[in-house]
């Protein structure tokens, strides 16, 4: 009832949660919209963890029928994957970069700054100058599979199994004694989904970044010399609720110490909407999974969705500090046209302290455009991969490169990048049209939602 995705009257949900407990999964509306922001189990009154039962359907599901081929792009052991097609866009000094942060893996340290998943797809956030004094101790890499947070949310019981594994391998191996996270979403996988879902013990300190950071600030040792003055709100991420809801309320503190206003979105704190990006997982399980049109509408509508309610608060700035989070989002705003820019807060501590940020992430927008036209390509022309299929095994004792990309692959990616970096793409007009193009894609989509909603509750009542 509580959802803020779903948002069913108490008896739909009640009805909703049995179909769901007697895996009747075609007529659950939380089997098949869940965005996996885990409010749910925050605000279920019998503390009975519904969250954790749609997660045990979603590996039923992909048990028996395996994930479609868009699933891909989240597995560093696939060619499809998202880090080998951006890497062919990067240029030398991100490349050497990423190279350098996963050399360190064979390293000993006593502390690092853990990367993380998606902070590889925009590595231009750890050159800011705040952070020289950390430089040499970051250390990650997209083997280490996002900490378990992706196969987590797709429901892989067995694959986070063996990441856990490899995670306590490389940790032992490094012999660590403290972590801070740059996603602080890897933070909580380590401090408390991890070990109160799957019984892990790692036995050494973590900490979001953003924690680090503050306490920086707050003692002086990072100097605010230029207040901001500029009208913000924050996108609380899905993890952000665990540690009793403090990652919320550190980035709140940052972008206040920064100069920022902070203005409120209608979802917000505890009630929080996902971004969009985790939005897509239900489109990956269900007979009608195999359709990736349906999965980039959804994940587009959600997004959306997100970018809206920022909008309506007169905010100039978006503050999220996952990366995924602040990819996608940027995605969306550039994507529809959007006034509003999305900042990680570093960079707003960064410009707070009076320095320069590389707005490098816009481009890195179109450059998963071209990632994704590239999959779409592939999905069409080939009878193979519309097939679905079963994830790959993690070695759980070395931590692996990224699957290579295909040379063929490689050569679209950097043909569509260079269309959409191109003349005909990036002028006021194309940019005008892809907005209104992708808003009435959104409102068609929207409508067959709610008729498919409608369906769904339907079949609820023909049950009864």
């Known amino acids: 009832m509580k959802c803020p995705v779903i948002e069913l009257p108490m008896e739909a949900a009640v009805r909703d949660m049995q179909n769901l407990i007697n895996g009747d999964v075609e007529h659950s509306l939380a089997f098949n919209r869940c965005t996996t922001c885990n409010?749910?189990?925050?605000?279920?009154?019998?503390?009975?963890?519904?969250?954790?039962?749609?997660?045990e359907r979603f590996d039923d599901w992909h048990g028996k029928h395996g994930l479609p081929f868009f699933a891909k792009m989240v597995f560093p052991n696939e060619p499809e994957n998202i880090w080998s097609g951006l890497r062919a866009l990067m240029n030398r000094n991100e490349l050497d970069l990423l190279e350098s942060w996963e050399n360190r893996l064979h390293e000993e340290h006593e502390e690092i700054v853990l990367t993380g998943f998606y902070t590889n797809i925009v590595p231009f956030l750890a050159q800011l100058s705040i952070l020289d004094d950390m430089r040499e101790k970051i250390v990650g890499s997209e083997?280490?599979?996002?900490?378990?947070?992706?196969?987590?949310?797709?429901?892989?019981?067995?694959?986070?199994e063996q990441i856990i594994e490899l995670l306590k391998n490389s940790f032992s191996s490094m012999g660590l004694k403290r972590v801070y996270c740059f996603m602080e979403a890897e933070a909580v996988m380590l401090n408390e989904v991890l070990p109160e879902r799957y019984r892990a013990d790692f036995n050494i300190q973590i900490l979001p970044l953003d924690y680090l950071i503050l306490d920086k600030m707050k003692q002086g040792?990072?100097?605010?010399?230029?207040?901001?003055?500029?009208?913000?709100?924050?996108?609380?991420?899905?993890?952000?609720r665990y540690d009793g809801g403090r990652p919320q309320e550190v980035v709140r503190e940052i972008t206040q110490l920064a100069g920022c206003e902070l203005l409120e979105m209608e979802h917000s704190r505890f009630n929080g909407l996902c971004c969009g990006w985790a939005a897509t997982?239900?489109?990956?399980?269900?007979?009608?999974?195999?359709?990736?049109?349906?999965?980039?509408?959804?994940?587009?509508?959600?997004?959306y969705r997100r970018l809206d309610e920022a909008e309506a608060t007169g905010a100039?700035?978006?503050?999220?500090s996952c990366p995924a989070c602040y990819i996608f989002l940027s995605l969306i705003a550039v994507l529809s046209n959007s006034d509003l820019r999305v900042y990680h807060p570093l960079e707003i501590v960064e410009m707070a302290c009076g320095g320069t940020v590389n707005r490098k992430v816009e481009q890195r927008c179109w450059d998963i455009m071209a990632v994704t036209i590239n999959l779409l390509f592939l999905w069409i022309s080939s009878k193979e991969n519309r097939k679905r299929f079963f994830p790959k095994s993690i070695n759980t004792r070395v931590v692996e490169s990224l699957a290579p990309i295909r040379d063929s692959d490689r050569k679209r990616i950097i043909r569509a990048a260079l269309f959409f970096r191109g003349v005909l793409v990036q002028n006021r007009y194309s940019r005008a049209i892809i907005g209104y193009?992708?808003?009435?894609?959104i409102c068609l989509f929207r409508r067959?939602?709610?008729?498919?909603?409608?369906?769904?509750?339907?079949?609820?009542?023909s049950k009864r």
């Not at 996002?146 to 949310?153: E, Q």
């Not at 040792?221 to 952000?240: F, G, P, Q, W, Y």
């Not at 067959?448 to 009542?461: L, M, V």
Request: hydrophobic share 35%; glycine share 8%; aromatic share 2%.
């Open 437 to 441: 193009v992708l808003k009435g894609a």
């Open 281 to 303: 997982i239900p489109t990956l399980h269900g007979k009608k999974s195999d359709n990736p049109l349906r999965t980039l509408l959804n994940l587009i509508s959600n997004l």
């Open 143 to 160: 083997g280490l599979c996002g900490c378990g947070g992706d196969s987590n949310k797709l429901g892989h019981i067995e694959l986070t």
């Open 448 to 461: 067959f939602q709610e008729i498919e909603k409608r369906q769904i509750s339907h079949g609820h009542q």
């Open 316 to 320: 100039e700035v978006i503050i999220s």
């Open 221 to 240: 040792i990072i100097e605010i010399t230029n207040k901001l003055n500029i009208r913000a709100t924050v996108h609380d991420n899905c993890m952000s």
């Open 39 to 55: 409010a749910c189990d925050f605000v279920c009154p019998e503390d009975a963890l519904p969250y954790e039962l749609i997660l």
